[in-house]
């Protein structure tokens, strides 16, 4: 039972590893290893295993199609593993790289960033792309890649493709992000009024000797002094309201008669 299961999973993982080790594969044949395993600590390693004998780590849509059959939580776990996040940085890319075009993380980055900058110039164009575009230290000058500090837009990514080999260094330049949302609004008067009023009643209940009431009776008790709180608020409000709208009346009639006095002494 417990352990026969226990020796199939340790043979699969031992076989995924050799397999890591001495065959190129395929996205789908990756998702095929990695969907015959269930725990979660499993399929990471085998994936952070298999993926560098991916047949090409640049291919993106080989690698999202690989992303969605085994799901958010076991590709980002793997690519912590393999320190794909300590070569870019995903919500804001912007910067200088130098990656190894024959290292398989570094070529799926390489891939990922020459994407980026591609939607990113469509964008922006001339304000986005890549800049001091070089392999192992020469400029790159085919399909119009621009050299120096003259950005390299989205025409020219799109025709030119990664060597197989090298490093390549250059300067993302991508779309600045999106400032982030405001805050929402929260009135302070009626969340401090309601907190307020719970929290004396608990420290009441707790100041007072035992025995305790159930916690529930307690929260609702609280609940109930709170809603009784904002109703008495609210009443009070209206009794100033009506106060102020009988002074108003008051005063009115008092201005008429005051001229009706004047009138008649006239």
Known sequence: GATAASATDTWRLNYARVLGDAVWLTPWQVARIV?????PADRVEILSKLIPRLVDT????????????VGPDTWRGALLTLGYFHLVCPD??????????????????????????????????GRCGWRNVRVDGAWVSEN????????????????????????????????????LPPLPHTPKAQSSTLSASSLAYL?????????????????AAAAAVAAAAVRGKAERAV??????????IEASKARVQGKAVSAHVL
Do not use: Q
């Open 58 to 69: 640049s291919d993106l849509t080989g690698l999202e199609s690989l992303a969605a059959a």
């Open 35 to 39: 969907g015959t395993f269930d725990w």
């Open 239 to 248: 009794a100033r309201e009506e106060r102020r709208r009988v002074a108003e």
């Open 92 to 125: 804001n890319p912007t910067g200088c790289y130098s990656l190894n075009l024959s290292a398989p993380v570094d070529r799926m980055v390489a891939a990922w960033l020459r994407e980026e900058a591609i939607a990113a110039s469509r964008k922006l164009s």
């Open 203 to 219: 420290e009441m209940i707790l100041s007072s000797p035992p025995p305790y009431p159930p916690p529930a009776k307690v929260l």
């Open 144 to 179: 119009h890649i621009s050299r120096g500090t003259m950005t390299t837009g989205s025409r020219a990514l799109t025709a030119w493709r990664l060597p197989a080999r090298g490093v390549l260094s250059f300067d993302h330049v991508g779309a600045p992000l999106p400032p």
